[in-house]
């Protein structure tokens, strides 16, 4: 299957200071990315879709403000988490799509201190 | 109530067990069904999907949908302690929604050698 690679797989940060993330499709052109919030035993939360060169539409409840998304290219979308705070510590996951099926990314694991 | 209900289990089993595992879900408006395979720390890997009711074979995996019950399976054959996994249910409205899926919060199996 396509590759989607996420970096950084593990970050953790100070109180008050931001954190990107990468998402990048690897062997294929995505269409659209997806990002995805999962917490300890329990399922991915959508909270984003976005498609290259065109503003992220956010699921209900998901702050655009602190979750910023930047999708350039269409292998590399960004999140970017800011003024992080103990509360976003979670897995954030990306997929990304070309003709429907989903590839994930391996996740990245947020600790905010 | 969630759209989509699954047993977090833990599940142990010992290798060689017919393993099954089961969703349940509320909206009829979902026509497509997935089940991925979650390894600690990983991002999701599709496994299977379809859109009928009706049972669907690939290897030692079969996948179930009774739409009349809203009600599907996931079937593991010869379980294998490389099998040992979280796995997602996820459904949607159809193939282009994928990305939009409802999850289940997973099951965690353990394969016993």
């Known amino acids: 299957g396509a590759v989607v690679s996420q970096h950084p797989s593990r970050v953790i940060c100070k109180s008050g200071t931001s954190v990107k993330i990468e998402c990048r499709s690897l062997d294929f052109q995505a269409t659209t990315m997806f990002w995805y919030r999962q917490f300890p035993k329990q399922s991915l939360m959508l909270m984003a879709t976005s498609n290259e060169g065109s503003k992220a539409t956010y699921e209900q409840g998901v702050e655009k403000d602190k979750f910023l998304i930047n999708h350039a290219s269409l292998t590399l979308s960004t999140l970017t988490v800011t003024s992080a705070h103990p509360e976003d510590s979670s897995f954030y996951i990306c997929?990304?799509?070309?003709?429907?099926?989903?590839?994930f990314g391996e996740g990245s694991r947020l600790t905010v201190l | 109530q969630k759209e989509v209900e699954q047993d977090p289990g833990p599940l142990s089993v010992p290798e060689g067990a017919i393993v099954s595992l089961n969703c349940t879900y509320s909206n009829s408006a979902f026509q497509y069904f997935m089940w991925y395979r979650q390894y600690s720390r990983k991002g999701p890997e599709l496994l299977m999907y379809?859109?009928?009711?009706g049972n669907k074979e690939d290897g030692r995996f079969t996948a179930q949908v009774d739409k009349s019950s809203k009600y599907i399976s996931l079937f593991i054959r010869d379980s294998q302690p490389s099998d040992s996994a979280t796995y997602l249910c996820a459904m949607s409205a159809g193939p282009t929604n994928a990305g939009k899926s409802t999850f289940g919060d997973g099951t965690t199996l353990t394969v016993k050698p």
């Open positions: 997929s990304a799509t070309a003709t429907g099926e989903l590839f």
């Open positions: 379809t859109y009928s009711s």
